[in-house]
C-alpha cells in the first residue's frame, strides 16, 4: 500500500468512499443493463438505458460553477446519501411488484442525476486532500482499491448465482452504497474553498470554464475523449448479446468480472510507463494495442476461449491505463478553482456523444445481423483512431505525465 495512504487520514477516508462507491456504481450499472436485457430481451430496451445512464450528463456545464463555490466535500455526502435511497426504493419495487422497463428507466435517471453532480465534486476535491506530485499515485492507488474490491463481491456474486437472485444484487448495491455514504461522513476539504469574484455572474463564472476547454492541448483532449464515448457506448449496449452467443446465458456477468481483471492491472501499467512514455506516447500506442486485440479478441473467443480471456484482459488493462492518466491530465491542467467547471463541461461534451453512442449502438444491434461485425469495427476505429492523434500538435507536444504541472 503506497505511503499516501498511511500518512494522509483524509486520503484514506476518500479512497473507501471511492471504492465502496464504485462497487455499488459498477454493479448498478451492470445490473441494470442484465436485467433489461435478461427481462425483455430487446436490443431497442438495452440501448435505451444505456442512453438513460449518461444523458443527463449532458447538462452537467449547467453545475459546474456551482460545485466550485460549494463544500465538495458535503455535496458529496448529500448525493451519496440521494443515490442509497434510490437503491434502496428500487430494491422495494423489485422485491414486491413486477417490474417494469419504465421503472428501471427512471430509477437509472435519477441515480444519473446525482452521479452528474457528484462527478466533478469527487474529481475537484483530490487535488485538495493530495499534493499535486502524489496525484498520478492517489488515482493509481484508488482505481486500483475500488477495482479490486469491486472484483472480489462480483466473484463472489458471479459464483452464487445458481443460488441468489437480482433481489440479493441489489441487496448487496444497497449495502456497498450505505457504507460509501458512511465514509463520506470523514471526509474533509483540505484547503479553503474557493471564493468567487463576486462582481462575475453565473454566465462569466460559466464562461471561463468554456474558455479553458476551447484552448490548447485541453481542446484535443476532449476530442480524445469524444471518440472513446462514442465507440465504447455503441459497443457496450451490444456486450450483453455477445456475450450471451458466444459463452452463454451468465457470459455477460463473466465478461464484466474479467474486465475487472484488467482494469486492475491498468494502473499497474500506468506506473511502470509514466515515467517512460511521454503522453502522446501513451494515447497512440495505447489506441493502436487495444484495436489490435478487439479485432483478434472476437476472432479467437469463438474457438479458443481461454486465451480470449487474456486478451482481453490485457485490452482491458490498456485502456484502464489510458484512463489514469487522463484523469490526473483533467486535475492537473485546469487551476484548482476551476477544476469542477472543467470537468463538469467535459462531462457534459462526452455525455451528449456516449447518449447518441448508446441509441446508435441500440439501433445497429437490432439491424446488423452479426453482433461481431460491431466489435471489429471498434477495434478498426482505434487503430484509425491512433493515426489520427498524430497529426494533433498539441498531442504530440505532451509531455511525460509528471511535467504536466503548469504545461497549460
Known amino acids: 500500500m503506497p505511503k499516501i495512504f498511511f500518512d494522509n487520514h483524509n486520503f484514506r477516508a476518500y479512497l473507501v ?44 456545464f449547467i453545475i459546474g460553477p456551482y460545485v466550485d463555490k460549494r463544500n465538495k466535500a458535503v455535496l458529496i455526502r448529500v448525493l451519496s446519501f440521494v443515490q442509497l435511497c434510490i437503491m434502496g426504493i428500487l430494491l422495494g419495487v423489485y422485491v414486491f411488484f413486477s417490474i417494469q422497463p419504465w421503472v428501471l428507466l427512471l430509477a437509472i435517471l435519477l441515480y444519473d442525476a446525482a452521479a452528474t453532480v457528484k462527478a466533478p465534486a469527487s474529481t475537484a476535491i483530490l487535488p485538495s486532500i493530495v499534493k499535486s506530485d502524489d496525484l498520478v499515485n492517489a488515482n493509481v492507488t484508488l482505481q ?45 476539504s483540505g484547503e479553503p474553498e474557493y471564493k468567487p469574484d463576486e462582481t462575475k455572474n453565473y454566465f462569466t463564472e460559466l464562461k471561463i470554464g468554456f474558455a479553458f476547454i476551447k484552448k490548447g492541448v485541453m481542446s484535443h483532449l476532449i476530442l480524445v475523449l469524444l ?7 455503441i459497443v457496450s449496449v451490444n456486450l450483453p448479446m455477445f456475450a450471451e452467443m458466444h459463452v452463454g446465458a451468465s457470459g455477460y456477468i463473466l465478461l464484466m468480472l474479467i474486465s475487472g481483471v484488467g482494469a486492475m492491472i491498468g494502473p499497474y501499467i500506468a506506473k511502470q510507463v509514466e515515467s517512460k512514455l511521454t503522453l502522446f506516447n501513451v494515447f ?13 479478441f472476437v476472432h479467437v473467443i469463438a474457438d479458443n476461449f481461454s486465451r480470449a480471456i487474456g486478451i482481453y484482459i490485457l485490452y482491458v488493462a490498456i485502456g484502464s491505463a489510458i484512463g489514469v492518466f487522463i484523469q490526473t491530465l483533467m486535475q492537473k491542467l485546469p487551476p484548482k478553482n476551476i477544476i469542477a467547471r472543467v470537468n463538469a463541461i467535459r462531462i457534459s461534451i462526452i455525455s451528449i456523444v456516449a447518449a447518441i453512442g448508446a ?32 497529426f494533433s500538435k498539441h498531442l504530440r507536444r505532451l509531455p511525460k505525465v509528471g511535467d504536466v504541472e503548469g504545461f497549460e
Open 144 to 188: 486500483t482499491t475500488s477495482t479490486a474490491v469491486a472484483l472480489g463481491v462480483g466473484v463472489f456474486l458471479f459464483s452464487a448465482m445458481d443460488y441468489i437472485g437480482f433481489d440479493t444484487i441489489l441487496i448487496a448495491i444497497v449495502a456497498a452504497f450505505a457504507i460509501a455514504v458512511i465514509a463520506s461522513l470523514f471526509i474533509k
Open 17 to 60: 468512499y471511492r471504492a465502496l462507491g464504485a462497487v455499488g456504481g459498477g454493479l448498478f450499472s451492470i445490473t441494470m443493463i442484465w436485467i433489461m436485457h435478461s427481462s425483455f430481451q430487446s436490443p431497442f430496451y438495452t440501448g435505451l438505458a444505456g442512453f438513460m445512464f449518461v444523458v443527463t450528463g449532458a447538462a452537467s
Open 359 to 390: 441509441l446508435l449502438g441500440g439501433v445497429l444491434g437490432t439491424v446488423v445481423d452479426d453482433v461481431d461485425t460491431i466489435f471489429i469495427i471498434q477495434g478498426v476505429l482505434y487503430i484509425v483512431f491512433a493515426a489520427g492523434i498524430c
Open 284 to 296: 497512440v500506442i495505447g489506441f493502436i494495442l487495444t484495436g489490435i486485440m478487439r479485432i483478434v
Open 227 to 233: 471518440f472513446i464515448s462514442m465507440v465504447a457506448n
